[in-house]
C-alpha cells in the first residue's frame, strides 16, 4: 500500500504535467519552475529510501533508556486501585 506522503508527491506531478507541456512563451517562462518543483520531489523521495536511513543508522546512538515521565507516572498511580477492584471480583452475574 502507498503511504500518504507518496500518494501526495505523486499527486503533486501529476498536477505539474501540463505546465511542463506548455509551448511558446508560456514554456519558456514557467516550464523551469515545474521541472524545479519535480527535480526537487524525486531528489527528496530518492533520499529519503536511501540515505536518510543510512545515515540514522550511522549517527545516531544505538543506546536506548527508558525514562518515566509525568503522564505515565500519574497513569499507573490512577490505575493501581482500579485493577485491585477488578482482580478482586469474583465473577461476572448475567
Not at 17 to 27: F, K, N, R, T
Not at 56 to 73: C, D, Q, V, Y
Amino acid at each position: 500500500m502507498m503511504s500518504s506522503a507518496t500518494f501526495g508527491q505523486i499527486i503533486i506531478l501529476i498536477v505539474y504535467l501540463p505546465i511542463m507541456a506548455l509551448v511558446g512563451i508560456e514554456g519558456k517562462m514557467f516550464r523551469p519552475m515545474a521541472q524545479v518543483v519535480a527535480f526537487a520531489l524525486l531528489g527528496a523521495a530518492i533520499l529519503s529510501l536511501t540515505y536518510v536511513p543510512m545515515a540514522s543508522a550511522l549517527f545516531l546512538s544505538k543506546k536506548t533508556e527508558r525514562k518515566r515521565n509525568f503522564l505515565i507516572s500519574w497513569w499507573v498511580v490512577f490505575t493501581r486501585p482500579l485493577t485491585l477492584l477488578l482482580n478482586l471480583r469474583s465473577g461476572v452475574n448475567c
